[in-house]
Structures are given as structure tokens and as C-alpha cells.
């Protein structure tokens, strides 16, 4: 352990792995680093001083222009299905410096990334832009205030250095946290280039890390298993309800912790349509909005597959064994998401109606195109005249059984509107706000992001100030396409 004075306290537990699980990378430098945005108050949780991280010698080690005081940086290696491919991959933009152990004792990866090449480069420059770094400083932000888990966004450091893609772009450097980055492309990578024990010795480590209470189970693995599957069914379920679209859910992109990570291709879905895709590279909808729950269900049988070897010693129990495990997906699924929608619908008790209840509601937004997050809203404030499905015989059946349902139950109209309140956000980043915030940056005024980002921190405050940030964009955005590893 050490400490030093921006308070880096950083161990590397990770490095008592195999040395096949890393390699020692050490950021490359870059020209002339400038610090364009701090997450103080997340700062501040690490145990880290906001003040002196933005001195000079806080923005080289931001910039990975040094390495903190006792820090020994690695890139893990990993591999992973992409659109369902399964290829090596490993940190090909990214350094780990450390895990940091925070004031009140918990760990978490501290990465940069676009800290230059590693031995998992490929092809890859090993660097990243200005816009998506500010993009996905945005989106996880965004998400953590939504209440999602989520890795988080310590800083953006531009590097002074220019990159090229389509055109020469400003590089930079975000400082990512995560719980860890443990994938299930991480056990994948063990189970199809290491040995059995490799992949023993990579879930030992990941149930220490993160399900301790599992250490001294006889049936350890399959327990992980399952709290992967639950974690993941969970984290699925949010998103869902939310309207997030991950957009390339490879399973490199999927954390053993439950957290969402990678914001390459995602985007808020604002017209609801299960079909919805905005990633340019996802040509046939494989992540499509609707297929985001079938995704993570097959990217959990993934891992269940690399982990046979330890479920059981005779090879036909194990694959029962890890069968029965994966056919609760998706009941549990549904489980998270069914109380999540009684939740935006301001209902406290489980009905057998629920689920026609919740489809009766989605069909009908879908048949009138109209925004998911705006129809919670007017449905929380009766707010007849926003909605032109009001008009329709069907909406008004609808609303009858819900009205049923809310007058029927024990809690007060008031509880109910609370519990909406707390439930269906007022803002989320919106696809024409994160533009416009990004190309205000692009011009040098980051005014506009720091403006966008406050308002994000508190979605479900339902105040004056986020009116404006409900709006949706005047040109639509049924067209709107991300582009990711960029
Ligand atoms: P992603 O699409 O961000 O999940 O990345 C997929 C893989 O490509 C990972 O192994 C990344 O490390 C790698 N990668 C993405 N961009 C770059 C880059 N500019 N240079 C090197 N590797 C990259
Ligand atoms: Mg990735």
C-alpha cells in the first residue's frame, strides 16, 4: 500500500492472477495534457484531493504522463464474442493503474483509457477522441444519477496530441472506475488459453472481489453463477425500464460485477420500439433495444460454459447443473422488471394482471410513437392534453384498469405519485442534448456539459430547471446513429 499527495492509495490484488492474465504496460505519454473536466464529488469518495488533482502533477498522472508513486500499471488480457464471433481482445486502449482502496475501505479499478498501445492493440492506435471520452463521461454520469449500476467517470484529460480517423481528431485520456473490469470475455480468455485451474484461480478471485459471502461455500461456483446471472438479470431489467440502449453487448462488454460498462454505441431510446438500434455497426439489430434481455441471458450461458469444468467433476452433471442454473434467467428477468414497472405505474402489490397490464401500456406507445420516458411523466401528472393516444378507445380501457389498480390498493394517491416520482426520471440525456453539449465542447465552451451533467445528478428531483431538458429534439430522432471504437 502507499499514499501520496493527490491521496493515491493503490494496490493491484489483480496481479497475483496468472502473469497470462496481464501485462505490465506502463500509459505512453502525451504532449501536452489539459484538464477539460473533474468529477470532484467522486473524487472526494476516493479518498482523492480535488484541488491537488488538478495541479500539474495531478494532470500528468491523469494524462498517464507519470504513474502514481508505487503504482505498477497493467493491461488485463481477455477475449470475447463480438456480434457473436468469439475473438482475443484484452485492453488494446487501456491501462489499469491500480485498484484504489477508498476511505471506507472498498476497491475499485482506476483506469485510463486511451493511454496509448498495449501488447492487445491489434491494428488499434491505442488512443481515444475528445468526443466519445466526453460522451461516455456523460452517459455513465448520467446513468449513475439514474440509479443504474454503472463504472464512473473520474476526469477527461485532452492530450494535446492529434489522432486520426475519419479526420485528425483531439486525443484524450478518461479516467474510468470500476468495481473491477472483470468480463465475461475475462473467463472466456481463461477457459479457452489457460487451464482449468487458470479458470479456478480467475473465479476464485472474482468471488473474492465481489460475492465474499461465497468463499466458504462447498458449491461456490455455482452459486457465483447464479449471482452473476441475478446481477446481470437486475442490471438488464434497469435498463429496460429505462429506455437505455447498450448497443454492443459483446461479452467482452458484460462486468462479472453487474455494472454497465463500455458507452461506445449506446443511446437513450425516445420514441418507444423494441427495434430500436443506434449503433452504425449493428446492422441487424442483434442488440436491438427489445433483444437486450435475450443478449444478456446468452452471454451468461457463456460463462456458465466456462465454468462447467468447476461445477462438478463428471462433465453430464455439471452441464445439468449449469442448464438448471440458466433457465431462471428468464423468469428472474422478469421478476426485476415486473416490479420495476409497478413501480413507474405507482403499484404497490403483485397482480396477475401485470404483465397485460404493462404490455397493454407498451403497445399502445408503440402504435402512437410516442416518447417513453415523456408518456411516465404524463401518466404521473394526468396530463391529458401531451398525449394523443388519449383519444383513443384503447387507452381508455387501459386507463381504467390501471385507475382500478391504483383506487383498489391500500397506499394513498399521494403514496402513489411519490413512488412514480422516484421512479421514472424527469431527464434523461437526450440524444440532441448530448450533441449539443459535445459540439459546444468541440468549439472550446464545456459551459454547456458542466450544465447538462448537474442537471443529470438528480433525475428524479422533478424541478423547474430540468422542464427545459424534457423537450425532445425538434428534427426527431429516429435516425440518429452512434459509431463506436472510435
Ligand atoms: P470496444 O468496442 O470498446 O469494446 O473495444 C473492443 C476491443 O477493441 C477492445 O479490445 C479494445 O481495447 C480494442 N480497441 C478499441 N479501440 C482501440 C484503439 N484505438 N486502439 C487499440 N485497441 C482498441
Ligand atoms: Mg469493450
Same mark, same amino acid.
Given at each position: 500500500m502507499n499514499s501520496n499527495k493527490c491521496g493515491w492509495n493503490l494496490e493491484l490484488s489483480y496481479s497475483k492472477l496468472p502473469n497470462k492474465f496481464y501485462?505490465?504496460?506502463?500509459?505512453?505519454?502525451?504532449?501536452?495534457?489539459?484538464?477539460?473536466?473533474?468529477?470532484?464529488?467522486?473524487?472526494?469518495?476516493?479518498?482523492?484531493?480535488?484541488?491537488?488533482?488538478?495541479?500539474?502533477?495531478?494532470?500528468?498522472?491523469?494524462?498517464?504522463?507519470?504513474?502514481?508513486?508505487?503504482?505498477?500499471?497493467?493491461?488485463?488480457?481477455?477475449?470475447?464474442?463480438?456480434?457473436?464471433?468469439?475473438?482475443?481482445?484484452?485492453?488494446?486502449?487501456?491501462?489499469?493503474?491500480?485498484?484504489?482502496?477508498?476511505?471506507?475501505?472498498?476497491?475499485?479499478?482506476?483506469?485510463?483509457?486511451?493511454?496509448?498501445?498495449?501488447?492487445?492493440?491489434?491494428?488499434?492506435?491505442?488512443r481515444a477522441a475528445i468526443g466519445p471520452m466526453l460522451r461516455e463521461y456523460i452517459i455513465s454520469e448520467a446513468m449513475n444519477g439514474l440509479g443504474i449500476p454503472t463504472t464512473r467517470s473520474l476526469a477527461v484529460v485532452s492530450t494535446g496530441d492529434e489522432i486520426l480517423r475519419e479526420t485528425r481528431l483531439p486525443g484524450a485520456v478518461l479516467t474510468r472506475v470500476a468495481k473491477s473490469h472483470l468480463r465475461v470475455g475475462t473467463f472466456q480468455y481463461a477457459a479457452s488459453f489457460g487451464t482449468i485451474d487458470d479458470v479456478k484461480d480467475l473465479a476464485d478471485y472474482a468471488i473474492n472481489r465481489h460475492f465474499p459471502h461465497l468463499l466458504n461455500e462447498p458449491d461456490r461456483y455455482s452459486k457465483f453463477l447464479e449471482e452473476v446471472l441475478k446481477s446481470q438479470?437486475?442490471?438488464?431489467?434497469?435498463?429496460?425500464?429505462i429506455g437505455f440502449v447498450h448497443g454492443v453487448m459483446n461479452t467482452d462488454n458484460m462486468t462479472i460485477s453487474g455494472e454497465t460498462i463500455d458507452y461506445g454505441p449506446c443511446a437513450f431510446m425516445d420514441t418507444f420500439d423494441p427495434g430500436t438500434v443506434f449503433s452504425s455497426i449493428d446492422v441487424k439489430g442483434r442488440y436491438a433495444f427489445g433483444n437486450q434481455p435475450y443478449i444478456a441471458g446468452w452471454n451468461v450461458a457463456r460463462l456458465a460454459?466456462?465454468?462447467?469444468?468447476?461445477?462438478?467433476?463428471?462433465?453430464?452433471?455439471?452441464?445439468?447443473?449449469?442448464?438448471?442454473?440458466?433457465?431462471?434467467?428468464?423468469?428472474?428477468?422478469?421478476?426485476?422488471?415486473?416490479?420495476?414497472?409497478?413501480?413507474?405505474?405507482?403499484?404497490?402489490?403483485?397482480?396477475?394482471?401485470?404483465?397485460?397490464?404493462?404490455?397493454?401500456?407498451?403497445?399502445?406507445?408503440?402504435?402512437?410513437?410516442?416518447?417513453?420516458?415523456?408518456?411516465?411523466?404524463?401518466?404521473?401528472? =394526468?396530463?391529458?392534453?401531451?398525449?394523443?393516444?388519449?383519444?383513443?378507445?384503447?387507452?381508455?380501457?387501459?386507463?381504467?384498469?390501471?385507475?382500478?389498480?391504483?383506487?383498489?390498493?391500500?397506499?394513498?394517491?399521494?403514496?402513489?405519485?411519490?413512488?412514480?416520482?422516484?421512479?421514472?426520471?424527469?431527464?434523461?440525456?437526450? =440524444?440532441?442534448?448530448?450533441?449539443?453539449?459535445?459540439?459546444?465542447?468541440?468549439?472550446?465552451?464545456?459551459?454547456?456539459?458542466?450544465?447538462?451533467?448537474?442537471?443529470?445528478?438528480?433525475?428524479?428531483?422533478h424541478s423547474e430547471n430540468q422542464k427545459e431538458y424534457q423537450k425532445l429534439s425538434r428534427d426527431g430522432n429516429d435516425d440518429y446513429i452512434t459509431y463506436c471504437g472510435t
Open positions: 501485462s505490465k504496460q506502463l500509459p505512453t505519454p502525451v504532449r501536452a495534457p489539459e484538464l477539460l473536466l473533474l468529477n470532484e464529488r467522486l473524487a472526494s469518495e476516493l479518498g482523492l484531493d480535488e484541488k491537488m488533482l488538478q495541479d500539474e502533477e495531478g494532470v500528468a498522472i491523469l494524462s498517464g504522463n507519470e504513474v502514481p508513486e508505487g503504482a505498477d500499471p497493467i493491461s488485463q488480457a481477455y477475449a470475447g464474442h463480438q456480434f457473436a464471433h468469439f475473438t482475443m481482445l484484452g485492453d488494446g486502449r487501456a491501462v489499469l493503474l491500480g485498484e484504489q482502496i477508498t476511505p471506507n475501505s472498498g476497491r475499485v479499478d482506476i483506469q485510463l483509457k486511451g493511454a496509448g498501445r498495449t501488447p492487445y492493440s491489434r491494428g488499434g492506435d491505442g438479470a437486475e442490471l438488464v431489467a434497469k435498463w429496460q425500464l460454459e466456462c465454468l462447467i469444468p468447476l461445477l462438478h467433476k463428471d462433465e453430464k452433471e455439471a452441464i445439468d447443473m449449469a442448464q438448471s442454473i440458466l433457465s431462471s434467467f428468464p423468469t428472474t428477468y422478469h421478476t426485476y422488471w415486473k416490479k420495476g414497472m409497478r413501480d413507474k405505474l405507482g403499484l404497490f402489490e403483485e397482480h396477475v394482471s401485470d404483465q397485460s397490464l404493462f404490455d397493454g401500456l407498451l403497445k399502445i406507445m408503440h402504435e402512437y410513437k410516442l416518447d417513453y420516458t415523456n408518456t411516465f411523466i404524463s401518466l404521473m401528472n =394526468n396530463n391529458k392534453e401531451e398525449l394523443v393516444m388519449y383519444e383513443s378507445d384503447e387507452f381508455q380501457t387501459w386507463l381504467k384498469n390501471w385507475q382500478k389498480r391504483l383506487h383498489d390498493q391500500e397506499q394513498s394517491q399521494m403514496e402513489a405519485y411519490k413512488q412514480m416520482q422516484r421512479s421514472n426520471p424527469a431527464v434523461i440525456p437526450r =440524444n440532441h442534448r448530448v450533441e449539443e453539449a459535445l459540439e459546444a465542447a468541440a468549439e472550446g465552451n464545456y459551459d454547456v456539459v458542466k450544465k447538462l451533467l448537474e442537471v443529470l445528478k438528480n433525475p428524479y428531483a
